[in-house]
């Protein structure tokens, strides 16, 4: 069986012949540049160009040699927009520190300062730094981050200045339908998109919405209906272009737990988000093929019953460590309406910091409790960072390639 069949089955809560497995489909499971290099050479592989296409993250696009050689089952279509106002119009060589060179999008252009960062704004010509990475760092940080403790002013906003996203353009909508049939037609891969619809959370920032969801429930509900509404229309538009094409869109990329609770009152997101994000989620679904996928970090348990059902399909990373969090219990309570697509290996502990043994046992550990009956794909709580040993990476792998129902 091929990776896209594999998938579908997977995705529909059927077993296949092993798990689906994952690297670099989406921004919240991919590998940091430097990982990847060292990846690469570890698997043999000394063609094509590391390309980052995420820099704040610096995320690198994963080549279908290195797909193949971890048995990946789902593909990256390339977004034409990316981080800092930059365009997919071309790639150059850029070297950081170390002399560590990758391909970076052309209209890349930072600054150096004396202590040796790198400062960037938004687009090309940019005139104000808006993130930073020092001189050995591997990511950049954001500058001009309001303190929460100084932004616990409840905002509002009037329902003229919603903003609602009216309808897509015609001539984007060819583009992307011609750019996404070639990549369908050159491989056998499931492919996993970022359409120019989500499933929004507020206005304001998820702390302030939160508060805002408290203290005026009613204004909030009508915000988010609306918005959901506009974003149904949107996606039946974008996949009647490219419905038949795609497995898997991503929707949203929210983190609403912490590391031991829920960012706001569990309550809030199931009377005033869930039911707006099933406008969105019912619209997907009149394609019947093609699954929603959310990202949210942290401790979750009381918001997972929610987000199943506002219709959400795939929920990552599905980070067990957190508070709350049983592996078993969101397998049996959930393993029928929610694919876990993350959890494969605890990446705050055993990835980096574990040895190879200790990889391939908590791996095996996790498949066994979330491989049985489908609805599992295997990629580690959230991207591969920079400290996280080559053969560990290789060990995770191996171990949900060899795994069998």
């Not at 430097?34 to 704040?56: N, P």
């Not at 960062?117 to 950049?140: I, K």
């Amino acid at each position: 069986m091929n990776s896209r069949e594999r998938v579908r089955k997977i995705l529909n809560f059927e077993e296949a012949d092993r798990p689906a497995i994952d690297l670099g489909a989406t921004r919240m499971t991919g590998t940091v540049a430097w990982t990847y290099e060292a990846l690469k050479r570890a698997l043999g592989i000394d063609e094509g160009q590391t390309r980052v296409f995420d820099l704040f993250q610096m995320l690198a696009e994963v080549e279908e040699p290195v797909l193949d050689a971890l048995g990946c089952d789902f593909a990256m279509v390339p977004a034409d927009t990316m981080n800092y106002g930059l365009t997919r119009n071309g790639w150059k060589e850029f070297t950081f520190w170390g002399d560590q060179t990758f391909h970076v999008p052309a209209g890349f252009h930072p600054q150096s300062t004396e202590d040796g960062s790198l400062l960037v704004g938004e687009g090309p010509e940019w005139t104000e730094a808006v993130a930073r990475m020092p001189e050995g760092g591997r990511y950049f940080d954001a500058l001009h981050v309001a303190n929460l403790t100084d932004t616990f002013e409840v905002p509002h906003m009037d329902e003229k200045q919603w903003a609602l996203p009216g309808p897509l353009d015609a001539d984007f909508l060819e583009r992307e339908r011609v750019k996404i049939k070639a990549l369908y037609e050159s491989t056998s891969r499931a492919l996993v998109v970022t359409p120019p619809f989500s499933l929004p959370g507020g206005y304001g920032g998820l702390y302030q919405w939160g508060m805002k969801m408290a203290l005026d429930p009613v204004h909030c509900e009508q915000y988010m209906l609306a918005q959901c509404e506009a974003n149904a229309s949107r996606a039946r538009q974008y996949l009647s272009a490219v419905g038949k094409y795609v497995d898997v869109l991503v929707l949203s990329g929210a983190d609403y737990g912490t590391q031991d609770r829920e960012v706001f009152r569990p309550s809030l997101f199931g009377d005033i988000i869930a039911p707006a994000w099933k406008l969105v989620c019912d619209a997907v679904h009149e394609f019947p093929d093609v699954k929603v996928w959310i990202h949210s970090c942290g401790s979750i348990p009381d918001l997972i019953g929610y987000i199943a059902d506002a219709g959400v399909d795939c929920l990552n990373p599905v980070q067990w460590g957190a508070a709350g969090m049983d592996r078993h219990w969101m397998k049996e309570t959930y393993g029928d309406r929610l694919v876990f697509w993350g959890g494969g290996i605890n990446t705050q502990n055993t990835f980096p910091f574990g040895t190879e043994a200790d990889v391939r046992r908590e791996a095996q550990e996790c498949l066994e409790i979330f491989a049985p009956g489908g609805g599992c794909v295997v990629n580690p709580i959230h991207n591969i960072q920079a400290d996280v040993p080559i053969e560990n990476i290789v060990a995770l792998y191996e171990t949900a390639r060899a795994y069998r129902y």
